[in-house]
């Protein structure tokens, strides 16, 4: 049921990351394609399965359509049905789904546009505040506002400094935020090894990038994206990240 439940959702995801930066209304009209805008009938619009069953086209002007379209649906579905292995049928389960599949918006919206939306982030850190309250919540409202409040004004700190220090912008106020988001979820412990993960891997990709000559020194990058899918692998493997690096520390 989760995986089914993920898949739909995914679906709906896909909508969100097509029309939220271009300010379009998520709800109206529906799914068309973005070739020949002809309206996407309810049975080519079956999660992953139409896009198998139709050759990966549309059925009315057969222009390709994106891989990217199945993948956030499979991904999320994914998700999903791991979440609900590792927490079963709990609110954990569920606050963590929405969870899986906002980061997922957000890292793709960000990765296309280089913006991280406010209506997506700012309810964002509320939810994950009010979710730390509920019976069995992986972090206390402490924790939770914490890891808020210290990741909001971490990022902040550095943003200030790279502006003195460079004369120019180095993180955008939509990254402090999404630190926020993602402290009130997962608590300040998390966080940190989230930004850990984050800053690696956009230091090593980022890096690699600039040597092959597919990217500026001076070009943005969209930290979001690294801080969404780093974000995922610590709700899942975070505690065990921070249990490591406790037992190598002290070695």
């Known amino acids: ?28 009209p529906r799914s068309r394609c973005p070739s020949c805008r002809a309206p996407i009938a309810a049975l080519d619009n079956v999660p992953v399965l139409s896009f198998l069953v139709l ?6 002007c057969r222009v390709p359509i994106s891989w ?4 956030v649906e499979a991904a999320n579905g994914l998700l999903y049905f791991a979440g609900a292995l590792r927490d079963g049928l709990s609110l954990q389960a569920l606050v963590d789904m929405v ?26 850190i509320v939810l994950g505040f009010t979710a730390s309250f509920l019976p069995g919540s992986s ?7 914490k ?22 912008e180095g993180l955008g106020q939509g990254d402090w935020k999404l630190a926020a988001m993602l402290g009130a979820f997962l608590g300040w412990k998390r966080l940190a090894a989230t930004v850990f ?8 990709i980022g890096g690699s990038l600039i040597l092959l000559g597919r990217r ?16 995922i692998l610590c709700l899942f493997w975070g505690s065990d990240l921070i249990d490591w690096y406790r037992v190598y520390l002290h070695r």
């Not at 050759?55 to 009315?60: I, M, P, T």
């Not at 980061?103 to 982030?121: A, E, G, R």
């Not at 972090?139 to 506002?145: I, M, N, T």
């Not at 993960?197 to 090593?204: I, T």
Request: charged content about 10%; glycine content about 12%.
């Open 139 to 145: 972090v206390d409202p402490l924790d939770s506002a």
């Open 147 to 168: 890891g808020a409040v210290g990741g909001y004004l971490a990022f902040a700190a550095v943003a200030w400094a790279y502006q003195r220090l460079r004369h120019q």
């Open 197 to 204: 993960l984050a800053s690696l891997a956009g230091s090593l």
């Open 216 to 231: 500026d020194a001076g070009q943005k990058i969209p930290l979001g994206t690294y801080l969404g899918v780093a974000g």
């Open 1 to 28: 049921m989760a995986l089914a439940l993920g898949l739909i959702v995914g679906s709906f995801a896909n909508v969100c990351i097509h029309r939220l930066p271009l300010g379009e209304s998520i709800v109206f």
């Open 99 to 124: 969870l899986i599949t906002t980061l997922l918006v957000l890292s793709l919206i960000d990765l296309d546009h280089l913006i991280l939306p406010n209506v997506i982030t700012l309810p964002g």
């Open 55 to 60: 050759g990966g086209r549309c059925r009315h």
């Open 68 to 71: 990217r379209y199945p993948a």
